[in-house]
């Protein structure tokens, strides 16, 4: 009897979790959570998947514990493991939006530090103690860095001088009155895959099929569908106005001399575009959701 085949992958539990999960199910993936369990049901016979701490991903897959799993750059250099890692895909979104996570070094607002160079000799507080280490060490400064439990922003200044804090859109530290010195680098979701799970042709094929429908699913975040009817003599005029993906689809209609025309557009361009398009001639608009966009 052959061993059944399964692919082990790793799914972050956390801030990241419900939009990993949702992106899973716009890819096509029918999963479901039991709130007891940390194994979802991927409604995929070959995926077996369990919700880990994105700080812990890289090591499990690095050890063959995993064949893959999302977590952020950030944990993967604080892991140490890039070299005992693939990176298969980046893929940009983040518990509040589709951005990069940026890494910032931090002061209150009325504080004397100006730069890295200022540090000598400080205290820092960062749930990225090796990386925060390894950046003061490449700017020739010598520091304490300090492991941070958590609200890591109210520590600063009455507890340490300076803060290494993951941020989306800086208002926490704003709110609690810090200042942004520097960013150490941006962060985003990587899925990562085992070397020798990569290596195997059957789970290599599975990871990147997986790969290429989350980026679908995430391109089609950035992007509608739009249908309009227009006129012969209102076709160049209304085709002028489309930023199209790639050509727009024509198609003849029964009534002579009017056109059918299908394109994918830009979300955000869609408040100016449509009341530019009615004007040039075109009727019927409507726009839809898409649900995955491969280019």
């Known amino acids: 009897m052959t061993e059944e085949k399964k692919l082990r992958i790793g799914l972050p539990k956390g801030s990241l979790q419900n939009a990993t999960l949702e992106m899973f199910r716009k890819a096509g993936w ?20 369990v919700l880990l701490r994105a700080q812990e991903m890289p090591a499990y897959v690095a050890d063959g514990v995993l064949d893959c799993g999302l977590t952020g750059l950030d944990w993967i250099k604080e892991s140490g493991a890039e070299d005992h890692l693939v990176e ?21 607002e009325n504080s004397d530090i100006q730069s890295v160079a200022d540090l000598q000799g400080k205290r820092i507080a960062t749930e990225l103690v090796e990386v925060t280490r390894k950046y003061l060490a490449e700017n020739g400064v010598e ?29 926490t530290l704003v709110a609690n009155n810090l200042r942004i010195v520097t960013e150490l680098f941006e962060s985003t979701t990587k899925l990562i895959a085992n ?29 509608v569908g739009l249908k309009m009817n ?53 009727q019927g608009l409507i726009e839809y959701p898409l649900n995955k966009v491969i280019i």
């Open 30 to 49: 029918n999963v479901h959570v039991d709130e007891r369990q940390y194994t979802p049901d991927m409604g995929d016979e070959d995926l077996w998947s």
């Open 88 to 108: 298969v895909a980046d893929l940009v979104y983040a518990k509040q939006g589709m951005r990069p996570y940026r890494w910032v070094l931090a002061v209150a």
């Open 143 to 171: 520091a304490t860095v300090e492991y941070s439990w958590g609200a890591t922003e109210a520590k600063c200044p009455s507890l340490v001088d300076a803060i290494v804090e993951g941020t989306e859109t800086g208002s």
């Open 195 to 223: 070397k020798e799970a990569w290596a195997d042709e059957w789970k290599r094929n599975k990871i990147e099929n997986i790969a290429l429908m989350l980026q679908g699913a995430l391109a089609a975040e950035e992007y």
């Open 230 to 282: 227009c006129s012969g003599e209102n076709l160049e005029a209304v085709l002028a106005k489309l930023p199209a993906l790639k050509n727009p689809t024509i198609s003849e209609l029964a009534n002579d001399g009017w056109h059918a025309i299908e394109v994918i557009v830009q979300k955000a361009t869609v408040r100016t575009l449509i009341p530019e398009l009615r004007s040039a001639g075109a």
